[in-house]
């Protein structure tokens, strides 16, 4: 049984990436999550992708990517008849996600103490950059600025190429995980006691969170982090390898694992030389030790090596592109991907990514496409709680 969240009901007001990828979380724990859009275009990412086509069509490439198993109703939250069809949703609700910036649900009299009137209990998570507070609550935030005041560009790539923003938006995702993770939490306390939340998600301070290992050195250890390009502060040899054929990343970490992996590469004596016999004069002669363990594997491939050195309890594994990871026997065998034919807009079948965890040897998986603008208008309003109902007839 994957659907841990069966039964609750979440509006998704959120556009973009940050708050769809949050509720989609949800939606694939089995939520019922409704994106609630405006009529003219609905959520930007429609408009987004590498497909002109799909992007013409109102369903772009980012949209797909994280809007599955939702279904979509348009509503303009600036007009007085859709305001209360809203306030119906919201009776029904048990969580809202939004991602505007701060005050703007409450100069639409939308915010969180005017919800709360109508549904006491609901789950309010609010995702911006930088938080509800503080002198730049009010600033425009996407991934990259949030990349950049975070300190995460400044030790991504070389030296010589630091500050570099990391290749993905690494900052949205981790605000979405976040926000996913408290409304969940909050949802076990409104299940118990009826009590509600208002959940204020930075996506400065995720991305703040989540650099724990760099930000305690600085904090504890008075060591301002570097950008280190692929090698690992903590260790050596910790990083990507050449070899006869790719890129191979290993992580010797431990002293019986560096010991291994000399002897494996047929260089034994590398354990005990004086430059390499210890963690801490590793890492001071780590570039020499590159040299010397490229060189031996500059014999065969990364894959071999990967093998090799694996079966052995040497953690290693090759560099792959986007593509070669979709096809690894590992990823295939997890299904980490759910298809769907029909998808308007989609001359073929639509593939989209689910979580990244299992539930009781379960994938969860989402049950319906990614929705088109205002798909289930009808479905989603015939469906009020008799209380919404009467008031909507009304």
């Known amino acids: 049984m994957t659907e841990l969240l069966s039964g609750i009901r979440v509006l998704d007001l959120t556009n973009v990436l940050a708050g769809p990828y949050c509720a989609y979380q949800l939606a694939l724990l089995g939520a019922d999550v409704i994106k609630v859009e405006v009529p003219q275009g609905g959520d930007l990412a429609r408009q987004l992708g590498g497909s002109p086509k799909l ?71 609010a995702i911006s950059g930088f938080g509800q507070t503080g002198p730049m609550r009010d600033n425009p935030a996407y991934d990259q600025i949030i990349q950049g005041l975070s300190g995460i560009m400044s030790i991504t790539g070389t030296p010589e190429t630091a500050p570099l923003r990391v290749g993905y938006p690494v900052a949205d995702t981790l605000g979405g995980l976040v ?54 502060m903590t260790a050596a040899p910790s990083g990507a390898f050449r070899t006869g054929d790719g890129l191979l990343n290993i992580a010797a970490n431990k002293q019986e694992q560096f010991v291994a992996l000399c002897r494996l590469i047929g260089r034994p004596e590398l ?60 990823v295939l065998e997890r299904q980490v991907t759910a298809n769907f034919e029909g ?43 008799p209380r919404a109902k009467a008031k909507a007839r009304a």
Not at 300 to 328: D, M
Not at 362 to 374: C, D, E, H
């Open 271 to 330: 354990a005990v030389d004086p430059r390499f016999a210890e963690r801490e004069t590793r890492k001071r002669n780590r570039a020499a030790l590159k040299v010397e363990i490229e060189d031996a594997l500059a014999s065969a491939s990364a894959a071999v090596w990967e093998e090799t050195f694996n079966r052995a309890g040497v953690p290693a594994g090759r560099v792959l592109t986007i593509p070669q990871v979709l096809a690894e026997p590992q």
């Open 179 to 232: 926000g996913a993770f408290a409304i969940a939490s909050a949802l076990v306390r409104q299940k118990t006691s009826g009590e509600g939340a208002f959940l204020d998600v930075s996506m400065l301070e995720c991305t703040l969170s989540a650099l724990g290992w760099p930000v305690s050195n600085y904090l504890t250890a008075a060591v301002d982090p570097q950008p280190m390009g692929n090698e690992n």
């Open 55 to 125: 992007n013409s069509a109102g369903m772009g490439a980012s949209f797909l990517a994280q809007n599955a198993g939702k279904r979509s109703v348009v509503l303009d939250l600036k007009k007085p008849a859709d305001r209360e069809r809203f306030l119906d949703l919201v009776a029904s609700a048990d969580a809202l996600v939004e991602n505007f910036r701060p005050g703007v649900m409450d100069r639409l009299g939308l915010g969180y103490e005017a919800l709360k009137a109508v549904r006491p209990g609901l789950v309010y998570c």
């Open 343 to 385: 998808v308007p807009g989609m001359d073929g079948p639509l593939t989209v990514l689910r979580g990244g965890f299992m539930v009781d040897g379960a994938a969860p998986l989402p049950t319906k496409p990614p929705p088109s603008l205002g798909e289930h208008m009808d479905e989603v309003f015939a469906d009020l709680p």
